[in-house]
Structures are given as structure tokens and as C-alpha cells.
């Protein structure tokens, strides 16, 4: 495939950013670009040439695409030709059949939308998305909260055919939850989020009251008991990772972390005078600390000179910091360059960001770390089935067989309730005495 340069790309992002597509999407706009250009060279086609995009979208069809995956490549193109300030104009009536349908995929007034399935949004729907992305924001939850409930509200809308929004009723929410537990059979839990999506969507978006959904058919949530590793097999998962993921897993395990919540160590959450590890704003905004494992404080030590070095090295080359949240970036305009706020495990390259024309840092990417567990795990030739979480699992259950109290448990993993921190006394062995006797005889 022929490549496209590093300049073409950072002015292409630039234009997806101005013309509001939403981030997931990028990708998807990126590849219709490389395929457009890649088309063109291969077919001896001009890409500033607009007839070029009706073939690539003849090719398109020929390929059994999708009218959703079509109209989302022409889409991309726009924004390609208005890079260079082309703007088509398609003929009243196509000449063949090979012509551009202008009915299919003309050029839309209003602002399109899309989601991860690719749905084309109708007008009465393209101010929704916006709406859910505000209502979530000023609840401060958490970005895979919208990502999850976009989905399903983009579902939800394909599943109504883009009905007016005004004669949405509970109805419809009955025949889709119906659809999704009968003839898609996914999960309870699935179930479960999709009714809590469009719940927040009708109150919060559509400001109508829910009302009662009785007679939907939902699928039993079963018990689940997860899986646990031994001791013997977490030490040969970590012998197989190369650096930083051995360190990575050694944290996930010693303190019992979520991936996101270690992806998202600063180095002002280490305080190594007391053995602490302070996690802000974990799942459910919740703060708690932890005592970080005696045996791993020189590989901890070790990796705070790493980011010595690399924070170093990126202030000579003038960088604008790392990525901040909230309001932190207004309030103090240079924290983002400063060592106490790096990431303990940093990307390896820096993030540009089209917007302000700067590039800054992030955190290593959960994807990088879970891929590099998996092959570990398939080298190891384990007969579970391990995950990042696993080692959070496997943290609550030693330490529960190790006797230590359940409460204690709970307030480590940081659970809200000691009823979600119970299903690991299914891990373990039971050690209790099953004779009874008075506490005057203990």
C-alpha cells in the first residue's frame, strides 16, 4: 500500500478535529485516506480529481461495501479535497450506472455523526450525541462510560430506523431489549448496560420519564467466580514479559490494581519515605492507598530514574508536557512539565495534538500491555484463561488465604460494598471449623 507522509496526515487529523468527528473515528477516516490514495496510484487516478472518488466508490461497491462504510469513505474524502479547498460538484442525474448516485451520497448540510458500527445519523438525531458527551462530562463520569452508552444509543437508533425523537416511547425500548436478549443472545451484563444507556438517554437527552419497561424478556445473570493464578504460575508470566511490563504486572498483582488505574500512575502518587501508593480517582472517583511491595522498590526506583532521564531529554527538545485532565492545564499552565506530574510508565513516542499544534505525552497504552500479557500467558501454556485482571483477582484471593480480614480486603481493591469483595471467598478453600464452640473456649 502506498504510504502517505507524516505532513499529509497531521493536516488530515487537523480537518477531522474541524469538521467535529469524533476521535474513535479517526481511524476509520484515516484508513479510507490511504485507501483513496493507495486506489489513485494503483489505477492511475488524480486524487485532487473528484471524478477519482467516483470510481473509488464504484470500487467500493464492487467489494460488496457497505452503504454505511461508502457514505463514511466519501465522507472522508470531503475533508481530504477540502484540505486543498476542492470542493465536487456531482451532476443532477447520473449519466450510467457507474455514476455517483447523488441521492446515496450527496453532500450533507448538517453535521454527520458516526459511531463504531458505522450508522449514518439522521437530523432529528444529530445534536444527540453531543448532548450525551456534555450530560456525562458535567457528571464527571468516566470516558468509556460515553464511549459505552454511545454505543448502545446508536444501536438503539439504528433499531428504530431513525425514528423522530419525539415518538420515542418505552416501547421501543421493550422491543430493543427484547431484540438484543432473543435474537442477539448477548450477556446479562450487556443487557444490563444497554438498559442503564438508554435510561440516562431518555432522562438526562430526551427529558421524558422512563416509565416502567415490565414484561421485557432479560437475561439471568449467573454467579460468576473468577479466575485465579497460583503464585508459581504469576512468577513464570512475569519471567516470559520483558521490561516494563514484568514491572507493570508486578504492580497489578502486589497491589491489586486495575490496568487503568496503574496505566495512570504519576510520580506524585509514590511517597517512598512511608512505602505508600496513593491511586486518585479510581473507579467511582474514589481515592485509596496501598503499601507498596518491599520486594520490588528497586525496580521502582529504577524506573524513576528512567523517567528522570526521558523527562530530561523531552524538556531539551521543548515539549509541551504531558497530557493533564480537568481544569489543572487552565490553573496551572506549566504542570505539564513538571517531573512530579509524569507518567510512571510513558508512552514511548509523543502524541501530537492537531488542535494547538503541540505535542505532548501520554501513558503507555492498555492495548500494548494487554498484548504483551497474552503472549506471555500463551508462551507460559497455561491451562486458564489470564487477563491484566487476573492478577487483581489473584491479589484479593492470597491475601484472603493468608487469613487477612475481609474488610481490610475490600478497603485495599477499593469496593464500595463488602458484598462485591465476597465472591472471592469462592476462590479459596474454606478453613472454617465446622464444630462449634463457645469464645470462652478459644
Known amino acids: 500500500m502506498k504510504k502517505i507522509s507524516q505532513q499529509?496526515?497531521?493536516?488530515?487529523?487537523?480537518?477531522?478535529?474541524?469538521?467535529?468527528?469524533?476521535?474513535?473515528?479517526?481511524?476509520?477516516?484515516?484508513?479510507?485516506?490511504?485507501?483513496?490514495?493507495?486506489?489513485?496510484?494503483?489505477?492511475?487516478?488524480r486524487p485532487k480529481n473528484t471524478e477519482s472518488l467516483i470510481h473509488f466508490i464504484n470500487k467500493l461497491r464492487e467489494k460488496r461495501q457497505s452503504k454505511q462504510q461508502q457514505k463514511q469513505a466519501y465522507d472522508a474524502i470531503l475533508i481530504f479535497y477540502k484540505m486543498f479547498g476542492i470542493h465536487p460538484k456531482w451532476p443532477e442525474k447520473p449519466s450510467s450506472e457507474n455514476r455517483f448516485e447523488k441521492e446515496d451520497l450527496s453532500i450533507r448540510e448538517q453535521t454527520v455523526s458516526y459511531n463504531k458500527n458505522e450508522v449514518v445519523f439522521d437530523n432529528n438525531w444529530k445534536y444527540v450525541y453531543t448532548g450525551l458527551s456534555d450530560e456525562i462530562k458535567v457528571r464527571h463520569y468516566s470516558p468509556k462510560t460515553f464511549k459505552a452508552y454511545s454505543i448502545w444509543v446508536s444501536k438503539f437508533q439504528n433499531f428504530v430506523q431513525s425514528k423522530s425523537l419525539e415518538e420515542l416511547s418505552t416501547d421501543d425500548v421493550k422491543a430493543f431489549l427484547t431484540f438484543l436478549a432473543v435474537e442477539q443472545h448477548i450477556s446479562a451484563s450487556s443487557q444490563n448496560q444497554a438498559f442503564n444507556a438508554l435510561l440516562f438517554f431518555f432522562r438526562n437527552i430526551l427529558k421524558k420519564e422512563f416509565g416502567r419497561i415490565d414484561g421485557v424478556v432479560r437475561a439471568k445473570r449467573k454467579p460468576y467466580i473468577?479466575?485465579?493464578?497460583?503464585?508459581?504460575?504469576?512468577?513464570?508470566?512475569?519471567?516470559?514479559?520483558?521490561?516494563?511490563?514484568?514491572?507493570?504486572?508486578?504492580?497489578?498483582?502486589?497491589?491489586?490494581?486495575?490496568?487503568?488505574e496503574c496505566m495512570n500512575i504519576r510520580m506524585n502518587n509514590f511517597n517512598f519515605d512511608t512505602g505508600i501508593l496513593t491511586i486518585h480517582d479510581g473507579k467511582g472517583k474514589k481515592d485509596r492507598t496501598l503499601p507498596l511491595p518491599e520486594t520490588i522498590l528497586s525496580d521502582l526506583t529504577y524506573q524513576v530514574d528512567v523517567v528522570k532521564k526521558l523527562h530530561r531529554h523531552d524538556l531539551k527538545e521543548d515539549y509541551s508536557g504531558v497530557f493533564m485532565f480537568d481544569a489543572i492545564e487552565r490553573k496551572y499552565k506549566n504542570a505539564g512539565k513538571e517531573f512530579n506530574w509524569q507518567w510512571f510508565f510513558p508512552a514511548k513516542e509523543l502524541t501530537y495534538v492537531p488542535e494547538t499544534n503541540e505535542y505532548r505525552r501520554s501513558h503507555l497504552h492498555n492495548r500494548h500491555v494487554q498484548k504483551a500479557i497474552k503472549s506471555a500467558v500463551n508462551r507460559v501454556q497455561l491451562t486458564k484463561r489470564a487477563t491484566a485482571h487476573t492478577f487483581r483477582h489473584s491479589f484479593a484471593s492470597h491475601l484472603l488465604q493468608a487469613n487477612y480480614d475481609i474488610r481490610t480486603i475490600q478497603e485495599l481493591l477499593g469496593h464500595s460494598d463488602v458484598r462485591t469483595t465476597m465472591i472471592y471467598t469462592h476462590t479459596v478453600k474454606s478453613r472454617t471449623l465446622k464444630e462449634s464452640k463457645s469464645p470462652l473456649d478459644l
Open 226 to 260: 473468577p479466575v485465579v493464578l497460583s503464585r508459581q504460575e504469576i512468577d513464570l508470566i512475569i519471567g516470559k514479559l520483558r521490561y516494563p511490563y514484568d514491572l507493570i504486572v508486578k504492580l497489578l498483582y502486589g497491589c491489586g490494581l486495575r490496568l487503568s
Open 8 to 45: 499529509l496526515l497531521k493536516q488530515f487529523d487537523a480537518q477531522l478535529i474541524t469538521n467535529r468527528i469524533p476521535a474513535e473515528n479517526h481511524n476509520f477516516f484515516r484508513k479510507w485516506l490511504r485507501y483513496y490514495i493507495d486506489f489513485c496510484s494503483k489505477y492511475d487516478h
